[in-house]
């Protein structure tokens, strides 16, 4: 997994990952924060794309074309800080009809600002609304790095 900062700012992060996908037995993932165009990326690759929510006050920094580039196995991530976030990432998530490129999609509670238990309420309470498509790729992730 390359990750941390936005690895595709390193100049070697193309030809890295067309490296490391030669060998047939290597499984490889980035995770990059979609500002940058996901394009070049090796079609072997798997991509977690990170929207950025407005709390971050980086969410114009989105680049939102990269969601068309995205394959089926592909995931795209929300860290989410408040009610605000969520309801940003639902209307990103109908608006730019993610699941059309991708099934996979992480929310993330801001530690201290948002509690496991108010995301998974929100996150189980699009079952009430008539979104089973949207809550059944829909996957809480907790941000382990930030836990330990």
């Known amino acids: ?17 067309n ?12 995770e990059t924060n979609g500002s940058i165009s996901i394009q070049n990326i090796p079609p072997k690759v798997h991509i977690v794309l990170d929207i950025k929510c407005p709390s971050s006050l980086m969410s114009s920094h989105n680049l939102f074309e990269n969601i068309k580039l995205l394959k089926q196995n592909d995931a795209i991530k929300f ?19 993610i699941l ?17 238990s108010e995301l998974a309420e929100r996150i189980l309470s699009l079952n009430s609304i ?12 907790a941000q382990l790095h930030k836990i330990i």
């Not at 997994?1 to 990952?17: A, H, N, V, Y």
Request: glycine share 2%; hydrophobic share 35%; aromatic share 12%.
């Open 79 to 97: 860290v989410i800080a408040n009610n605000n976030d969520f309801d940003y990432a639902i209307n990103s998530i109908k608006e730019f009809n």
């Open 130 to 141: 008539n979104n089973s498509n949207l809550l059944n790729s829909i996957f809480m992730q």
């Open 1 to 17: 997994m390359l990750t941390g900062g936005e690895p595709l700012l390193q100049t070697d992060t193309i030809p890295l990952l």
């Open 19 to 30: 490296y490391l996908t030669t060998n047939p037995n290597n499984s490889v993932s980035i």
């Open 100 to 116: 059309q490129y991708c099934k996979n999609i992480y929310f993330s509670p801001v530690i201290n600002s948002f509690s496991y």
